[in-house]
């Protein structure tokens, strides 16, 4: 009889997921989408998860479409980051992503923000990424997956609703929590963000 390991839930890494939607998809407008990537997100991963409140957010960069229906998700998982990666493209697919334009309208947008405290592809990838300046980060998809998110400390719309969530999380890189991340932000990189309304 072979003898199972129990996986100890409290070893397993915290993961960050990013959603945002700002065009309709098929199954309804984007607080609808959103709704509907949470519930496949949670029979992916067959976890408990934390949820932020939905938030209305300018479209980023300012001017590309409507306002997004941003929210976060915290969860842990037993597998990869790039298992991860892999579901959460699979999910965008099914509501009618198509990975073509870096930014701008999406039906479905999954980001891996964080998972646990981990810094790759390797510390110096991971800075050159982070310290790239704007023009470059829209003309430029990095190859490999970089963890954490190089963007998470500039962005009002990741930080207001980790808020709700995770505001003690630490940055493994900088070090600073998320309430101090968003006390960081510029007045304008916070205006606009407000409770949306649908949740």
């Known amino acids: 009889m072979r003898n199972h390991m129990k996986i100890n839930e409290n070893d397993l890494p915290e993961v960050l997921v990013a959603l945002g939607a700002n065009l309709p998809s098929k199954v309804g407008l984007p607080s609808t989408t959103l709704k509907f990537a949470l519930a496949n997100i949670r029979l992916e991963i067959g976890r408990v998860m934390s949820v932020s409140r939905f938030f209305k957010t300018p479209c980023f960069p300012r001017g590309l479409g409507p ?15 790039n298992d991860l ?12 992503r198509k990975r073509k334009n870096r930014w701008g309208g999406r039906v479905l947008d999954l980001d891996l923000l964080a998972f646990g405290n ?11 990424w982070q310290n790239m300046p704007k023009p470059e980060q ?22 207001k609703p980790l808020m ?3 505001q003690d999380w630490r940055h493994p890189v900088c070090g600073l929590t998320v309430s101090q991340m968003y006390a960081n932000l510029s007045i304008d990189e916070r205006a606009g963000i407000l409770l949306a309304f649908e949740n």
């Open 138 to 159: 829209i003309k430029k998809v990095p190859s490999k997956l970089i963890l954490p998110h190089p963007r998470i400390q500039d962005r009002g719309f990741v930080l």
């Open 85 to 96: 990666l892999q579901i959460l493209h699979q999910i965008e697919a099914k509501f009618g």
């Open 164 to 166: 709700d969530i995770a």
């Open 67 to 81: 306002d997004y229906i941003n929210a976060v998700a915290s969860f842990t998982f037993g597998g990869k980051p």
């Open 118 to 128: 981990q810094i790759s592809p390797t510390f110096d990838e991971y800075l050159k």
